[in-house]
């Protein structure tokens, strides 16, 4: 059974909290990560292009196929499932331009997955 709870399933990009119920009422969580590649905490601008306008945020963190964004201001015309451009700004001679699907959307955190793979090396 152990096995089974440190599987990742393939196509899945999610973290899910299993708890049990051992008869002396203990009880256990255990997290199991569904994403398939690992997270990096990382902190680096971010521009999302929304139509003609821009808007600022910073990245939380980020894998090869995605980034979670917190926004300076949630702009009104975002949609989850919609594709929009994102310049991530990694450093003063280094920006990356990509396009990204929304994934999750919660006030001003947006999670997007790009189309490309992004070389965090």
């Known amino acids: 059974m152990e096995a089974d709870l440190t ?3 393939p196509g899945r990009g999610k973290k899910r909290k299993v708890t049990t119920d051992a ?6 969580t255990v997290t199991i990560e569904r994403r398939l590649h690992p997270r990096v905490p990382v902190s680096w601008p971010v521009r999302l292009w929304v139509g003609d306008a821009t808007v600022a945020g910073r990245t ?5 196929q995605g980034l979670c964004v917190v926004l300076s201001a949630r702009p009104a015309h975002i949609d989850i499932g919609g594709s929009y451009r994102v310049d991530i700004i990694m450093g003063p001679k280094h920006e990356v331009t990509l396009n990204a699907e929304v994934r999750y959307l919660a006030d001003a955190v947006v999670g997007l997955r790009t189309r490309q793979r992004l070389k965090l090396v």
């Open 7 to 9: 599987r990742r399933k």
């Open 23 to 28: 008869s002396d009422n203990h009880h256990e």
């Open 60 to 64: 939380v963190d980020v894998s090869e």
